[in-house]
């Protein structure tokens, strides 16, 4: 079970990443954007590291019993699919075109439906 929780937690993390190289190489051009891109995902990385210690705030793993591993790598899993969904949504799949607070955020184009045969 452990090797599973954690398989998913390196698939996750492997996504995320991917995900991340990707926006930074789409906006590669914009220093102002890349230097707050990466401060946010350095933050979150803080964050994340500070939500799975308040989860399990004793520092001998040991205190959770056997099932430590598995549920460590559970929480983490979830919260970098979290964040992988969220960077996709932001500046992969875009904001819906007209959004005014979409800020630096990739835009959906609108889509025309395809014309009818007469």
Known sequence: MNEQACSSLKRAETDLNRIYQQVLAAKASDADFV???????????????????????????????????????????????????????????GAEEGDVCAGSCVTKTAKTPPERKK
């Open 35 to 93: 230097k707050a891109f990466r401060e946010a995902q350095t933050a979150w990385i803080s964050f994340r590291d500070a939500h799975i210690r308040s989860i399990h705030p004793d520092p001998d793993p040991r205190a959770y019993g056997s099932v430590y591993t598995m549920c460590r790598c559970g929480v983490l899993e979830q919260v970098t699919t979290q964040r992988a969904k969220e960077l996709r949504r932001l500046w992969v799949d």
